[in-house]
C-alpha cells in the first residue's frame, strides 16, 4: 500500500460501498436532478425544467450513479426517496 502525498476523496464506487440514505454527497444541482429523477421525469424534461442540455442531464446522473455507487436510475430515484427530511434541500 502507498499514501498518496495529497490523499482526495475516494468515490463510494471506488470503495466498494453504497451511500447511506442519509448522508448523500451530491452538489447542489446534483440534488435538483435526482429529485426530478425520483418524479419520473427523463433526461429531456429535466433538461428543459433546470434549463440545462439533456447530455449535461445525462452528465450530472453519470456522476452521482459513480459517487453514491449506484447502478442506474431506479436505484437512484429509492435512494432519493429513502433520504431523511433534513436532506430535501
Not at 456522476?63 to 429509492?78: H, P, S, V
Amino acid at each position: 500500500m502507498q499514501l498518496a502525498p495529497h490523499p482526495a476523496r475516494i468515490p463510494l464506487a471506488v470503495a466498494g460501498g453504497r451511500a447511506a440514505p442519509g448522508h448523500l454527497d451530491v452538489s447542489r444541482r446534483e440534488r435538483e436532478v435526482l429529485h426530478l429523477v425520483a418524479d419520473g421525469l427523463t433526461d429531456a424534461q429535466i433538461a428543459r425544467r433546470l434549463g440545462l442540455r439533456p447530455a449535461t442531464v445525462s452528465k450530472h446522473l453519470h456522476r452521482i450513479y459513480t459517487r453514491l455507487g449506484l447502478r442506474n436510475r431506479a436505484e437512484a430515484a429509492r435512494l432519493w426517496a429513502d433520504r431523511p427530511a433534513k436532506q430535501a434541500g
